[in-house]
């Protein structure tokens, strides 16, 4: 699949990114490259094959979820640079800047 400038220039606008001169052309060639792996992958014949889980053989061990209250709703609230009755304040993230 061919890269062209303009999608380096869209996925550039949706992961919020700027691309100019060199570095829009490497990664338009980064990409070309990775989409060519990835092409390369799929010829591979995987009948049979199971799918892999863990990299090793070594199981991650996890302890017991188990429900406590460490500290008070009060507590927590105590040193909060913002609150608002039983909540925290916390600036607005959606909508921002486009």
Request: some cysteine; overall charge negative.
């Amino acid at each position: 699949m061919k890269i062209t400038d303009q999608t380096v220039e869209n996925l550039a606008k949706l992961s919020r990114l700027k691309f100019e001169g060199d570095d829009k052309e490497n990664m338009r060639k980064d990409l070309e490259n990775i989409l060519e792996m990835c092409e390369k992958l799929s010829t591979v014949n995987t009948d049979g094959v199971e799918p892999l889980i863990y990299m090793t053989d070594s199981h991650t061990i996890l302890r017991a979820d188990s429900i406590s209250q460490e500290i008070t709703h009060e507590e927590a609230l105590k040193n909060a640079p913002k609150k608002d009755s039983d909540f925290f304040r916390v600036p607005k993230v959606i909508g921002g800047n486009e």
